[in-house]
């Protein structure tokens, strides 16, 4: 069951671009990445996901270099709405582990 | 996610009661999962569920139990609750492959707050 090493907290000005890095060193082979947002007394969202390189979407960028040991989640110009805690994932459907997340803090 | 529903949403019971969190959804998928977080805590898997005929323990299976009664209903039962299972519980669906959700995209419901004294 493969595990994920992240920040216990970040803090942020609101506008700025926050990226969030995550360690994965015995990711497997057919492991997906997966980032989710939790917002306090809601179930997780889903943001974004990727096996490798870059992936984009509306809401975030997902960069995972080559030997998929790490991953990194970028949030541009946030807002105090972005205040929330974010989960990175590794694994299949059916074993993903959420750990304890990032709790980010976006300041006026 | 409104598409899956939880009931109760709060609920106080007392040690040793047996207590029952139901969970429904309408998005047509087979996978479903249950999850407890504590107070500052991730969330930890309970159980989940391939399909109706597929059950499956989670890290935290201890104390729990559960019951798919159809596609879109999964309970989660404490035969007889204690303090420490105070906490929040949420159900979730996925379908990995679907062609409208990514592989490990699971979907929420909106938590159940269990408090056991």
């Known amino acids: 069951l493969a595990k994920t090493t992240q920040p216990i907290s970040m803090d942020s000005y609101e506008g700025q671009e926050v990226n969030i890095t995550c360690s994965h060193n015995?990711?497997?082979?057919?492991?997906?990445i997966t980032w989710y947002q939790q917002f306090p007394s809601q179930g997780p969202r889903f943001i974004i996901q990727?096996?490798?390189t870059k992936v984009t979407n509306e809401v975030a960028s997902l960069f995972i270099p080559a030997d998929r040991k790490s991953s990194t989640l970028s949030l541009p110009r946030v807002s105090l709405s972005d205040t929330a805690v974010y989960y990175c994932?590794?694994?299949?459907?059916?074993?993903?582990?959420f750990g304890t997340g990032t709790r980010l803090t976006v300041i006026p | 996610d409104a598409d899956v529903t939880q009931t109760p949403r709060n609920r106080i019971t007392k040690t040793g009661k047996r207590i029952m969190l139901e969970c429904s959804q309408t998005?047509?998928?087979?996978?479903m999962y249950w999850y407890r977080q504590d107070p500052g805590l991730g969330l930890r898997l309970i159980y989940y569920?391939?399909?109706?005929?597929?059950?499956n323990k989670g890290e935290i299976s201890d104390g729990y139990s559960v019951s798919r009664q159809a596609q879109a209903k999964f309970s989660l039962s404490l035969e007889s609750a204690i303090p420490n299972q105070t906490a929040l519980y949420f159900c979730?669906?996925?379908?990995?492959?679907?062609?409208?959700?990514?592989?490990?995209?699971?979907?929420f419901g909106p938590g159940t707050r269990l408090t056991v004294l």
């Open positions: 990727g096996y490798k």
């Open positions: 994932l590794v694994g299949g459907a059916n074993n993903l582990f």
């Open positions: 015995n990711i497997a082979t057919n492991d997906y």
């Open positions: 569920s391939f399909d109706v005929k597929d059950i």
């Open positions: 998005k047509g998928h087979d996978r």
């Open positions: 979730a669906t996925s379908d990995p492959g679907g062609g409208q959700s990514s592989y490990n995209e699971q979907f």
